[in-house]
């Protein structure tokens, strides 16, 4: 590992990784990103890990809910190796050592909304499909 990698990380308290697709990409560039954070974090002995993702990476607590189901599948189906890297990223985390927590992201917009992220699972009513807006992520994020 070079040292800028384990610089950016010596001395903090916490990580937030907002790795994510941006379209269709080539090879695991998030998975492998998240590989030498996790590295860099176990290396400096920083443990709080804050991530996200996105609902393709599924949790056993999820129900079964027709909008969330159709978008993964669609996906799967069109955003060449995206689901592949997004869920090799959150089997890195879950197999780290951390102290982590993952946030699988709606569709977000850039557009302000008043609506505030909350936390829950696939299938439960509170949590929607779309738009969640960058800012409501941030905040919640942070909190």
């Not at 308290?13 to 590295?39: C, F, H, Q, W, Y």
């Not at 189906?77 to 890297?85: P, V």
């Not at 699988?104 to 302000?112: E, F, G, M, Q, V």
Request: net charge positive.
């Amino acid at each position: 590992m070079t040292d800028r990698r384990s610089s950016a990380i010596a001395g903090q308290d916490a990580v937030i990784s907002l790795l994510g697709p941006t379209g269709k990409s080539t090879g695991m560039p998030i998975s492998e990103g998240m590989r030498n954070i996790v590295e860099a974090m176990q290396a400096n002995g920083v443990m709080r890990l804050i991530a996200t993702a996105t609902p393709s990476a599924s949790d056993p607590h999820d129900r079964f809910s027709l909008p969330f189901w159709l978008a993964i599948r669609m996906i799967k189906a069109l955003a060449g190796t995206a689901y592949a890297d997004i869920t090799a990223e959150v089997d890195v985390i879950r197999t780290s050592q951390l102290d982590w927590t993952i946030v699988r992201l709606p569709w977000l917009t850039s557009k302000p909304n008043p609506r505030r992220a909350v936390a829950g699972y696939v299938g439960d009513p509170r949590i929607k499909l779309f738009f969640l807006s960058r800012q409501r992520l941030a905040e919640f994020v942070v909190e």
